[in-house]
């Protein structure tokens, strides 16, 4: 027993050198939040990083580090040699690519986030309309660190399904996926302020069109159901004036029906199924008179498809297939079938209805 007592004790300091290795110390660390990433010359890659200084008193709360490399683990790296922090990635909550990356393709990088271990799936994807790294560099008063801005913004309009909320996860797979296209929110610089620019659709992994950001809500009722949302609806002109409704707290149910024509050849029907309160009407009629409600109700639908129509044609055209057309499809399909189909071909020839029902669950209290 005394023998034992003895073994332990000699191996105690070696323990306690093992523990001394795997030690972080909180204020010894650079904890990336927010991480941008730029196309540079000769294919490399601007990353900057920012890091919250937890300093109580330091005047600067943030700090930031830029580099042009290789690839984004090299980047941190040659992080290490600007900082006396040491960098980690396991509090990164938003990556945000320049849009001259996004056009070139996002996929290799998306990967090599994802493969890292200390990364969550849930970091959001963003993408700038222009250099990431200038958006994240710039102050925007009053608000002391512009990650955090940034990511306080996406999330309130995600919220309101004004935008998607684009993780890493929900990228890879719909760029995965031969069966839909992935899309991420764009923001951009307006001088004092950051600003939602709207959605960038992709072919694959690269940029090919956007939807403007007064339209995401309807990008959204025909993508998927939704249980969030307002928008503001031009109905046209009555008596010289602009006749806007401000339909609000909006019920969204989609529901989608494939039709097969011939070989290769396919209709879709994109049924949403919408209900919503009326905050906002600037036309003449009363809407306590359930005639004029009835109508207003098909002018909301007429101007949505109207809306939903001019985005498939765009969406079409430039081959991109964001709705998840080709999920539909290939489930009315065998393996075999959809496996000797080439999607991107016959994806711009399918015939894509989009219809909409509207009922207006309540109007205000006075009318």
Same mark, same amino acid.
């Given at each position: 027993?005394?023998?034992?007592?003895?073994?332990?004790?000699?191996?105690?300091?070696?323990?306690?050198?093992?523990?001394? /290795?795997?030690?972080?110390?909180?204020?010894?660390?650079?904890?990336?939040?927010?991480?941008?990433?730029?196309?540079?010359? %000769? %294919?490399?890659?601007?990353?900057?990083?920012?890091?919250?200084?937890?300093?109580?008193?330091?005047? @600067?709360?943030?700090?930031?580090?830029?580099?042009?490399?290789?690839?984004?683990?090299?980047?941190?790296?040659? =992080?290490?040699?600007?900082?006396?922090?040491?960098?980690?990635?396991?509090?990164?909550?938003?990556? !945000?690519?320049?849009?001259?990356?996004?056009?070139?393709?996002?996929?290799?990088?998306?990967?090599?986030?994802?493969?890292?271990? /200390?990364?969550?799936?849930?970091?959001?994807?963003?993408?700038?309309?222009?250099?990431?790294?200038?958006?994240?560099?710039?102050?925007?008063?009053?608000?002391?660190?512009?990650?955090?801005?940034?990511?306080?913004?996406?999330?309130? *309009?995600?919220?309101?399904?004004?935008?998607?909320?684009?993780?890493?996860?929900?990228?890879?797979?719909?760029?995965?996926?031969?069966?839909?296209?992935?899309?991420?929110?764009?923001?951009?610089?307006? #001088?004092?302020?950051?600003?939602?620019?709207?959605?960038?659709?992709?072919?694959?992994?690269?940029?090919?069109?956007?939807?403007?950001?007064?339209?995401?809500?309807? =990008?959204?009722?025909?993508?998927?159901?939704?249980?969030? #949302?307002?928008?503001?609806?031009?109905?046209?002109?009555?008596?010289?004036?602009?006749?806007?409704?401000?339909?609000?707290?909006?019920?969204?149910?989609?529901?989608?029906?494939?039709?097969?024509?011939?070989?290769?050849? =396919?209709?879709?029907?994109? !049924?949403?199924?919408?209900?919503?309160?009326?905050?906002?009407?600037?036309?003449?009629?009363?809407?306590?008179?359930?005639?004029?409600?009835?109508?207003?109700?098909?002018?909301?639908?007429?101007?949505?498809?109207?809306?939903?129509?001019?985005?498939?044609?765009?969406?079409?055209?430039?081959?991109?297939?964001?709705?998840?057309?080709?999920?539909?499809?290939?489930?009315?399909?065998?393996?075999?079938?959809?496996?000797?189909?080439?999607?991107? *071909?016959?994806?711009?020839? @399918?015939?894509?209805?989009?219809?909409?029902?509207?009922?207006?669950?309540?109007?205000?209290?006075?009318?």
């Amino acid at each position: 027993m005394a023998r034992l007592f003895l073994i332990l004790l000699l191996m105690l300091p070696l323990l306690l050198a093992g523990c001394k /290795s795997d030690e972080r110390i909180l204020e010894k660390l650079g904890l990336v939040q927010t991480a941008s990433y730029d196309l540079a010359e %000769n %294919n490399r890659i601007k990353v900057t990083s920012c890091v919250p200084v937890i300093d109580p008193d330091s005047s @600067v709360r943030r700090e930031l580090l830029s580099t042009v490399s290789d690839s984004i683990k090299e980047a941190r790296i040659m =992080f290490s040699r600007q900082t006396d922090l040491t960098v980690v990635s396991g509090q990164l909550r938003d990556a !945000l690519f320049g849009l001259k990356l996004a056009k070139a393709g996002l996929g290799d990088y998306i990967d090599t986030l994802l493969r890292d271990p /200390s990364i969550a799936l849930g970091v959001k994807v963003t993408i700038i309309n222009g250099d990431a790294g200038e958006i994240l560099a710039k102050d925007y008063k009053p608000h002391t660190d512009t990650g955090r801005y940034i990511n306080h913004l996406l999330e309130k *309009e995600a919220a309101g399904n004004s935008i998607p909320n684009t993780t890493l996860y929900e990228f890879s797979r719909d760029y995965n996926d031969d069966g839909i296209d992935p899309v991420a929110p764009i923001v951009k610089d307006s #001088g004092d302020k950051a600003i939602i620019d709207g959605i960038a659709l992709f072919q694959e992994d690269r940029y090919r069109m956007k939807i403007p950001a007064q339209d995401g809500i309807f =990008f959204g009722l025909f993508r998927d159901d939704l249980r969030q #949302g307002e928008a503001a609806l031009h109905l046209g002109e009555e008596d010289g004036r602009q006749v806007v409704v401000m339909f609000s707290s909006l019920l969204n149910s989609r529901k989608v029906k494939v039709h097969r024509l011939g070989p290769g050849r =396919f209709k879709v029907e994109l !049924l949403a199924n919408i209900q919503g309160s009326v905050l906002e009407y600037t036309g003449h009629h009363y809407l306590n008179k359930a005639g004029v409600r009835q109508q207003l109700e098909r002018d909301i639908a007429d101007v949505i498809m109207a809306k939903a129509k001019e985005m498939v044609s765009q969406m079409q055209q430039h081959n991109v297939d964001s709705l998840g057309i080709g999920i539909q499809i290939r489930n009315t399909l065998s393996y075999k079938e959809w496996n000797q189909m080439n999607w991107r *071909e016959v994806y711009p020839q @399918v015939e894509i209805e989009c219809k909409a029902k509207v009922t207006i669950k309540d109007y205000g209290k006075y009318m």
